[in-house]
């Protein structure tokens, strides 16, 4: 229950509980946080990365057109008349909600748009394993309540996806108690990765990124019988591997795509092909932490509207799906396109360098251009889902969206109500 400050001379309190944290694909929804005078504070169940972002200051942000102030109409209305006079637009970025997706769909339509995520080529990875061979996926509760061993492979959760730990890695309960007493974490990659919070307790199974993908497919071998060529140090870290899940009821690997590299689709898929090989004989399944900046919702989103997920071009008489063409830094780097509309509204990302027009709904001091240069530049301020105004995220794991509540009243529109004015222009 919201609690109001009983003082009236004390600029308005309000605590909120169970709210959902839009800062990371986790969308951990037990923080409290509280409201005083536009500022917010997250408090309860907070992680470093989420209490940093609540807080984070909004300095006053006024529409400009290459670097001057002017009105919110007058905005649009120059930043349609460049969508107008563009052959090939790109909208980037794509940091929002559900309704900002939708919003940046119809307006692609209209302008004959390429789409892509600030976070696509991470997207891509899981993307092409699961276009490929398919994946056997399971969800946060049910690594929460049932998982006995959990492998994470080359993932970090310390800075992104730091709640894991808390509400699936060590929870303060579970619908099987047993297993989670009884919960082994192993970590396999580098040292550095290793999750250091307070009750963890991962066993680390150090090795460099560049060797995972063979110690996977090691342990595939050593499981069937055959032989491999590992040095003796590496064999018994797969050996020790091969036990730990041979012993488990139900073991659960866990990656961020994000995090993988150049082969990260080859990664994962060895992750997949192992988890399938375990299947046979027992219970496994795989779970990937990745989709940040409202990436997991533009891939649904994507989905559900054109049966295609990101990267996608409205381009040509139909859609098109070539997520290597149309990707980001290619297009920006071949001169493909020659107007970058992006979209930041979670944290205040500098849109990639390109001497193309630039159009950019973002953050509140969200800087244009590297350079500094606000020239040939519109900026349109837009305000956070689920701090500014309401909306609704997908979660990592694809099975639920959850609601987002606003938080303040700091007069700034969302990223969807920004695109369907732009798209409205176009008529």
Request: charged share 20%; with cysteine.
């Amino acid at each position: 229950m919201p609690e109001s400050a009983a003082d009236p001379s004390v600029p308005p309190s309000t605590t909120y509980d169970a709210v959902t944290c839009p800062f990371c694909a986790l969308l951990c929804d037990d923080l409290v946080v509280t409201s005083s005078a536009g500022r917010l504070s997250a408090g309860d169940n907070a992680c470093p990365k989420a209490r940093a972002s609540f807080a984070r200051p909004v300095p006053a942000a006024t529409p400009l057109v290459d670097g001057k102030p002017t009105s919110y109409a007058l905005a649009v209305a120059a930043a349609v008349k460049r969508l107008k006079k563009s052959r090939q637009p790109l909208i980037a970025g794509l940091g929002t909600d559900v309704d900002g997706v939708r919003a940046a769909l119809l307006l692609a339509e209209r302008c004959g748009a390429i789409l892509d995520h600030r976070h696509g080529r991470a997207l891509l990875n899981n993307l092409r394993v699961l276009q490929s061979r398919g994946q056997a996926t399971t969800t946060l509760g049910e690594v929460r309540n049932r998982a006995d061993l959990v492998v994470l492979v080359g993932a970090s959760i310390d800075e992104d996806f730091h709640g894991f730990a808390r509400r699936c890695l060590r929870p303060a309960d579970a619908l099987l108690p047993e297993r989670l007493a009884r919960r082994q974490i192993l970590h396999l990659g580098p040292a550095a990765k290793l999750p250091r919070q307070p009750g963890v307790d991962a066993q680390s199974l150090p090795c460099r990124d560049e060797e995972l993908l063979e110690i996977l497919n090691a342990v595939r071998a050593l499981r069937a019988g055959r032989s491999t060529r590992l040095k003796a140090r590496r064999l018994q870290l797969v050996t020790t591997l091969v036990e730990r899940i041979a012993a488990a009821e139900y073991a659960v690997f866990v990656w961020a795509p994000g995090q993988l590299g150049v082969d990260g689709d080859l990664v994962i898929g060895a992750l997949c092909d192992l988890i399938a090989d375990l299947n046979r004989t027992q219970r496994a399944a795989g779970l990937a932490l990745g989709g940040n900046d409202g990436g997991q919702s533009a891939l649904a989103t994507a989905a559900w509207h054109t049966g295609y997920p990101l990267q996608l071009s409205y381009a040509g008489a139909t859609i098109e799906y070539d997520p290597l063409r149309f990707d980001t830094a290619r297009l920006l780097a071949d001169g493909a396109v020659d107007l970058l509309l992006w979209i930041s509204s979670f944290n205040p990302v500098l849109a990639p360098a390109s001497d193309a027009p630039l159009v950019v709904l973002g953050l509140p001091g969200t800087p244009l251009r590297a350079t500094g240069e606000d020239g040939n530049a519109i900026f349109l301020p837009v305000g956070t889902p689920g701090l500014d105004h309401a909306g609704r995220l997908m979660r990592t794991d694809g099975v639920v969206a959850l609601p987002l509540a606003q938080l303040r009243a700091l007069g700034l529109p969302s990223a969807a109500k920004v695109l369907a004015d732009l798209a409205e222009g176009m008529v």
